[in-house]
């Protein structure tokens, strides 16, 4: 038996860097991280040779010269100082491992300067060993990571492609993105942007920076909060129809700190059963906001797991706030009661929709697909049998193929809804929410907010804290066409968009005040939808044949004609196999 004795330091090190530093994504997280708890404002991250070489700057706190030598040892930190600060952690590190794990299994070169400091300092460490010397360089600090696993080879085999290992960076750093909408990121691979934010503060706006605008569209605000307990939860849902094929898209933060965390995990799946196929995900960022006595952060190296006091409490308040979100936005169901068919004023959307118990999403239809080339051949052949042969089966192909576009006009059903026969099938458009869909297109295209002054208008009585919201948007509504008086508690409207003066102004003021909540940017948005939805064609309306056409040629012609802004469904189509397979004129199976 060999004699017991201590592990070196450095052996120490690279086998706790194991737990923390499994490849290069790990290395950006803490590096990241650290930046976050320094304070900056702007990190830049810079990755190349094959992922090995790591460089992240930041404008941060710096690190104090006479500290700088600690930090890059174990146990080492600045962001917890006593046993109780361990229950109740508020940064990102806490452990004092990354830094040491990281210098470990790569050389780092760290710049690093504070406010008061008249100078930088260098620190070069390689195998362990640290040489710092004073050096030039703006406040904050920057961390340059090379040759990772340069001298432990067996780690280094395992490193996957280059591509895969960046994918996993950017899958980090896409997540912090988001957990911090205040910092702009800069990811910078072979010195191209991969991805940057600005900064913005605003949540939508950073998912438009690293998505896309039209994601937004998909998006719905979730936002609960419980003063007594002082939880609060918030970020976006996506509308059932746009789902995901792997939970990459589910992004989960407690306190602002990225989390794996399958209780609300579970929440969220809960939130949305029934409403889509059992193999779909959603999109969705959540934070949920707790008191820091709540949760436990110190299970995991990596810090991603957690623990909570209460996790039956957790998981109602998110499955609670996520499931009445959908709700809200009248995603419950896809069928509408037959008496339901009202003028959908914002309030009306839940009493309109809840009554059914039908999934939203029609699963079978989804397993029903067929090659639509052999379906026409079939469709085709059947009716010759019936009508004048050549006739239909040209008319069939032709629209099929030359213009997807195609449509005509059967009718109107219930004055609420526009027939319509178009190359897939038989297509049932509901005309105010098509409508709505288009004006708010057209709106947010031509920023044209023409305002008409109002004869008569009845005083609306309000609540003191809608009056001040009132008072205080003053100035913005007015951009959008909306001008009114404030008396004794009472506002009356004076102006309001050209494209409002049939519309019963009273009504509109209590859609307005809901939309006044959340972001500069979602305010604006919501206004819109407001003014689009007061605007459109009302559910009971009569349309000539010419209206309907046109109505439906301006929806067709919408960027995203499928939901209208809130997320409603526009239209349902019945395909024509499902008709002719009813009639008994093909085969199903
Ligand atoms: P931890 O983050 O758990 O404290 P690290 O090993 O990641 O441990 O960092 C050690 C210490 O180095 C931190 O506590 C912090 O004081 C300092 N530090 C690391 N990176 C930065 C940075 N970018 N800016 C300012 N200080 C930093
Ligand atoms: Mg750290």
């Given amino acids: 038996m060999k004699r017991i004795r201590l592990l070196p330091e450095n052996l120490i090190n690279q086998i706790a860097a194991g737990?923390?530093?499994?490849?290069?994504?790990?290395?950006?997280?803490?590096?990241?991280?650290?930046?976050?708890?320094?304070?900056?404002?702007?990190?830049?991250?810079?990755?190349?040779?094959?992922?090995?070489?790591?460089?992240?700057?930041?404008?941060?706190?710096?690190?104090?010269?006479?500290?700088?030598?600690?930090?890059?040892?174990?146990?080492?930190?600045?962001?917890?100082?006593?046993?109780?600060?361990?229950?109740?952690?508020?940064?990102?590190?806490?452990?004092?491992?990354a830094l040491a794990s990281i210098i470990s299994v790569a050389k780092v070169t760290c710049l690093t300067r504070t406010a008061d400091s008249p100078h930088g300092v260098k620190v070069e460490c390689e195998n362990s060993e640290i040489t710092i010397s004073e050096t030039g360089c703006a406040i904050g600090?920057?961390?340059?990571?090379?040759?990772?696993?340069?001298?432990?080879?067996?780690?280094?085999?395992?490193?996957?492609?280059?591509?895969?290992?960046?994918?996993?960076?950017?899958?980090?750093?896409?997540?912090?993105?988001?957990?911090?909408?205040?910092?702009?990121?800069?990811l910078i691979h072979k010195g191209r942007t991969t991805l940057k934010t600005t900064g913005s503060r605003d949540l939508s706006t950073v998912v438009s920076e690293i998505y896309s605008r039209e994601l937004l569209d998909e998006l719905v605000e979730v936002?609960?909060?419980?003063?007594?307990?002082?939880?609060?939860?918030?970020?976006?849902?996506?509308?059932?129809?746009?789902?995901?094929?792997?939970?990459?898209?589910?992004?989960?933060?407690?306190?602002?700190?990225?989390?794996?965390?399958p209780i609300l995990s579970k929440a969220i799946d809960t939130a949305y059963k029934g409403l889509i196929p059992g193999d779909k995900y959603p999109f969705a960022i959540l934070d949920l906001i707790i008191p820091a006595s709540e949760v436990d952060v110190n299970v995991h190296p990596a810090k991603r797991?957690?623990?909570?006091?209460?996790?039956?409490?957790?998981?109602?308040?998110?499955?609670?706030?996520?499931?009445?979100?959908?709700?809200?936005?009248?995603?419950?169901?896809?069928?509408?009661?037959?008496?339901?068919?009202?003028?959908?004023?914002r309030s009306g959307f839940q009493s309109e929709y809840k009554t059914s118990s039908k999934p939203y999403f029609p699963v079978a239809n989804a397993q029903n697909k067929v090659d639509f080339s052999k379906m026409q051949e079939k469709i085709g052949k059947s009716m010759e049998f019936f009508s004048p042969p050549t006739q239909s089966k040209i008319e069939f192909n032709e629209d099929i193929t030359t213009n997807a576009n195609w449509f005509k006009v059967i009718g109107q059903l219930f004055n609420t809804y526009i027939i319509i026969e178009n190359p897939e099938g038989l297509q049932i458009v509901d005309q105010h929410?098509?409508?709505?869909?288009?004006?708010?297109?057209?709106?947010?295209?031509?920023?044209?907010?023409?305002?008409?002054?109002?004869?008569?208008?009845?005083?609306?009585?309000?609540?003191?804290?809608?009056?001040?919201?009132?008072?205080?948007?003053?100035?913005?509504?007015?951009?959008?066409?909306?001008?009114?008086?404030?008396?004794?508690?009472?506002?009356?409207?004076?102006?309001?968009?050209?494209?409002?003066?049939?519309s019963a102004p009273d009504k509109i003021i209590n859609d307005i005040l809901e939309s006044l909540e959340g972001s500069l940017e979602h305010i604006e948005n919501k206004i819109l939808i407001t003014t689009a939805c007061h605007a459109a064609v009302k559910a009971g309306a009569k349309l000539s044949i010419w209206q309907m056409e046109e109505l439906i040629n301006d929806w067709l012609n919408t960027s995203y004609n499928k939901t209208c802004p809130h997320g409603r469904k526009i239209s349902h189509i019945i395909n024509s196999k499902e008709i002719a397979s009813f009639f008994g004129r093909i085969e199903t199976n």
């Fill in 223 to 261: 936002y609960k909060d419980d003063s007594q307990d002082k939880l609060e939860v918030k970020g976006f849902v996506s509308n059932p129809n746009f789902t995901r094929s792997n939970k990459k898209a589910i992004y989960l933060f407690v306190n602002g700190r990225t989390v794996k965390c």
């Fill in 305 to 345: 797991e957690i623990r909570y006091t209460n996790p039956n409490q957790m998981f109602n308040f998110v499955y609670s706030a996520v499931k009445s979100t959908l709700e809200f936005n009248s995603f419950s169901s896809s069928t509408i009661s037959s008496d339901a068919i009202v003028s959908p004023s």
């Fill in 141 to 186: 600090t920057t961390m340059e990571v090379k040759e990772l696993f340069y001298n432990v080879p067996a780690r280094k085999k395992f490193l996957k492609k280059s591509q895969t290992e960046l994918a996993s960076i950017i899958e980090v750093v896409q997540s912090i993105a988001i957990s911090y909408p205040e910092i702009s990121i800069h």
């Fill in 19 to 97: 737990e923390v530093i499994e490849r290069p994504a790990s290395i950006v997280k803490e590096l990241v991280e650290n930046s976050i708890d320094a304070g900056a404002t702007r990190v830049e991250i810079e990755i190349s040779n094959e992922c090995r070489n790591i460089r992240v700057a930041d404008n941060g706190s710096g690190i104090h010269s006479d500290d700088v030598a600690l930090a890059f040892s174990r146990h080492a930190t600045s962001k917890l100082e006593q046993e109780k600060d361990l229950w109740a952690i508020s940064t990102l590190g806490f452990r004092g491992e």
């Fill in 433 to 502: 929410i098509a409508h709505e869909r288009v004006i708010y297109e057209k709106l947010k295209s031509s920023q044209n907010f023409a305002s008409q002054l109002l004869l008569t208008s009845i005083p609306v009585e309000l609540e003191p804290t809608q009056i001040s919201g009132l008072e205080e948007n003053r100035e913005l509504l007015a951009k959008f066409g909306y001008e009114y008086e404030i008396e004794n508690k009472q506002v009356t409207l004076k102006q309001v968009p050209q494209i409002l003066v049939n």
